[in-house]
């Protein structure tokens, strides 16, 4: 009997050793493949981002004194959702990856100013007060970053609504709760930001008031590339450096479509021949001919279209479409590196971990799981036991 007692206890023993294995290997496989995923990953993907060199040429000659560069992110359509259409999962998944990526691309990067091209959120057009208070507190939660690092938004059709739905009331809540100004200057850059939903150019009170500000701007930079020429019509006060400005707006200025753009977060094949609606998914061609005029930009950065694409307008003047930021809207987002000068500029592009690689990890993952949950019960194959058992003696032979 003693016997009996000893054996079913050594026979407990040994079960109770084994499953304990077993949840420990488990444990340790499920927190290695989360940290890796949600964490890790991103690290691994941005680290191999690099800012490009941009040729610096000489301020002063007497102090060899060189042209500062500016280091600045440029990034699209982060879409945050609303209470209405968006899902709870679907806003943890996507939000947790926009935030680790931003906040690994400041770590790692370390950007003096990051600009966001417009449809910060997804519900701004028509979101209530409360809604929209929660929407812009989850936003500076996910893009903090320190105090050194500037951080300027534009709106989009999603942010303000689309022309038809444009209020004062929405444009003045979303200028309130980023600061937002058209013309900023850092290191002798200029920006203009331009509230592209307002371009419409039908008179409309909002419209009219953009235009006049844009019309300010542009004598503002006609004066300063004017400067020791005693231009008369120029007001006395601090003018702005003697460079033509970069163009950021939501929309892109006007092409017909697609159909030229290329690279790997090009719009797909199915929509790259798909005729471009001014007003809605492009400015209108009057629109982009006055912005082209007025503000004789040397560069424009616009988002809108969820894909990339690169555009030579009217005098040579290029135009960077900007890839959305989130998952939800493409499985390889990205965004722009720019190192800049008064004089001249360098993009590069940096990819965040594509979204089917992570599925694919997780997948990997539950399918070792799986196994070893089969092989601890003794559930495989009858063929992949005997060979296993096999193996076993061959290694103690």
């Known amino acids: 009997m003693a016997m009996i007692r000893w054996g079913l206890g050594r026979l407990t023993l040994h ?29 691994v993907v941005i680290f191999r981002c690099n800012w490009p060199e941009v040729k610096t040429r000489a301020r002063d000659q007497a102090r060899q004194t060189l042209d500062p560069v500016l280091r600045a992110m440029f990034l699209a359509d982060t879409h945050l959702l609303g209470e209405v259409t968006g899902h709870w999962f679907d806003k943890l998944r996507r939000e947790w990856q926009m935030e680790r990526a931003f ?49 300027k938004v534009v709106a989009g059709n999603h942010d303000i609504g689309f022309h ?113 609606k001014e007003r809605y998914d492009v400015l209108s061609q009057e629109a982009s001919q006055k912005l082209l005029w007025w503000l004789r930009p040397r560069l424009v950065l616009s988002g809108h279209t969820h894909s990339a694409c690169e555009v030579l307008h009217q005098g040579g003047v290029p135009e960077i479409s900007v890839p959305s930021f989130n998952w939800r809207n493409r499985n390889n987002p990205s965004f722009i590196m720019g190192s800049i000068t008064s004089s ?29 949950l089969l092989a601890h019960f003794e559930l495989l194959a009858p063929r992949f036991l005997f060979g296993r058992h096999l193996s076993r003696m061959h290694t103690v032979r």
Request: hydrophobic content about 40%; charged content about 20%; overall charge neutral.
């Open 344 to 372: 001249d500029y360098a993009l590069s592009k940096c990819y965040l971990p594509y979204e089917d690689t992570v599925l694919s990890m997780y997948c990997g993952a539950a399918g070792l799981l799986v196994i070893l």
């Open 15 to 43: 079960l109770l050793k084994r499953r304990s294995s077993l949840f420990l290997k488990l444990t340790a496989i499920v927190l290695a493949v989360l940290f890796f995923c949600e964490f890790l990953i991103y690290y």
């Open 103 to 151: 906040q690994t691309a400041l770590w790692l990067l370390q950007p003096e100013v990051v600009f966001i091209l417009g449809d910060i959120f997804d519900e701004g057009k028509w979101s209530m007060p409360q809604a929209w208070a929660d929407d812009v507190e989850r936003f500076q939660k996910m893009f903090r970053h320190p105090s050194h690092v500037q951080l």
């Open 164 to 276: 038809y739905r444009m209020t004062r009331y929405k444009v003045k809540r979303f200028e309130r709760a980023f600061n937002c100004e058209m013309l900023f200057s850092w290191k002798g850059v200029n920006f203009v930001m331009v509230n592209s939903v307002a371009l419409e150019g039908d008179g409309c009170t909002i419209c009219s008031k953009a235009e006049e500000e844009l019309m300010d701007i542009s004598r503002k930079l006609n004066c300063s590339r004017q400067q020791g020429q005693g231009a008369s019509h120029c007001a006395a006060g601090q003018p702005l450096p003697a460079s033509a400005p970069i163009l950021l707006q939501h929309y892109p200025l006007y092409r017909r479509s697609d159909a030229n753009c290329s690279g790997d977060d090009a719009a797909p094949p199915e929509e790259k021949n798909v005729p471009f």
